[in-house]
């Protein structure tokens, strides 16, 4: 009820729900500890989320549902880890996140902070089950530079060879957290270094062909469908010459007439 008055409000751009495993049913406050309560929160998410999914979409804001990991007892076969609070949530939601630490980091012993993999297992609104690779810093939050040197690296603007670490034909640092402090303690190369990541970004954004095969279609008329995809074949084999990996695509259909012009 409380956010479904803050989204109504319209005053709100983003709410996050922290968590929802921690939300507690009045008859599970009230009542004994022990005390069954089966379904109960299942079926409060359910009927929250059938009200606040309209809302939402209306006033243009953002709902962030943060969960935690539970797992199934006596599960033999298959992946025992759910989610609790029933299966609407993850129904209701367009983009759900797979969220897990990786690896601690340390600095002389210390933990600094924590690489993080991000997976997206649901997506309604691009390609799902992508993923990605970050530091997340005690007092800090997600590294920048952390970020910045491995791409920098993915795209060869930084060298790596070994544990050194390369640029501009000169040694930088020896091991990652060393090259991360480097463009800490040298913004002006740090800036440099974005400037070369951002000229070539479009390396990283192996979705355009895809998108621009299907406006062609839209244009050119669902009769043309093969010399698309035939187009869209020759794009991907130029991606895969010059050292990159292409995504996997899925082939041009009648669906793709609903793709609007202007996209």
């Given at each position: 009820e409380i956010v479904e008055a803050l989204v109504r409000s319209g005053a709100i751009d983003v709410i996050v729900v922290d968590s929802v495993a921690a939300l507690a049913p009045k008859a599970e406050?009230?009542?004994?500890?022990?005390?069954?309560?089966?379904g109960l929160q299942a079926r409060l998410m359910s009927q929250a989320l059938r009200k606040l999914a309209g809302v939402i979409s209306k006033v243009n804001c953002v709902a962030?549902?943060?969960?935690?990991?539970?797992e199934k007892v006596g599960v033999m076969f298959g992946n025992p880890e759910t989610t609790p609070g029933g299966r609407a949530l993850k129904f209701y939601a367009s983009v759900r996140l797979d969220i897990r630490r990786v690896e601690s980091l340390k600095v002389g012993g210390e933990m600094v902070g924590s690489h993080t993999r991000a997976k997206v297992v649901k997506n309604k609104i691009a390609p799902p089950f992508r993923e990605a690779e970050f530091d997340i810093m005690y007092g800090e939050?997600?590294?920048?530079?952390?970020?910045?040197l491995d791409l920098a690296v993915s795209i060869d603007v930084?060298?790596?060879?070994?544990?050194?670490?390369?640029?501009?034909?000169?040694?930088?640092?020896?091991?990652?957290?060393?090259?991360?402090?480097?463009?800490?303690?040298?913004?002006?190369?740090?800036?440099?270094?974005?400037?070369?990541?951002?000229?070539?970004?479009e390396k990283f954004n192996f979705g355009r062909n895809l998108k621009t095969?299907?406006?062609?279609?839209?244009?050119?008329?669902?009769?043309?469908?093969?010399?698309?995809?035939?187009?869209?074949?020759?794009d991907i084999a130029g991606e895969m010459a010059d050292g990159l990996k292409p995504e996997a695509r899925t082939s041009v259909s009648s669906l793709d007439v609903l793709v609007d012009d202007d996209e």
């Open positions: 406050i009230e009542g004994d500890m022990g005390a069954s309560h089966v962030i549902f943060i969960n935690q990991l539970r939050g997600i590294s920048r530079v952390g970020e910045l930084i060298k790596k060879s070994g544990a050194w670490f390369s640029y501009d034909g000169n040694r930088i640092a020896q091991g990652r957290d060393n090259a991360k402090q480097f463009l800490k303690d040298n913004p002006e190369i740090a800036q440099q270094i974005e400037q070369a990541v951002m000229a070539n970004k095969a299907k406006t062609k279609t839209v244009k050119a008329g669902k009769a043309d469908t093969a010399a698309v995809e035939e187009e869209l074949s020759e």
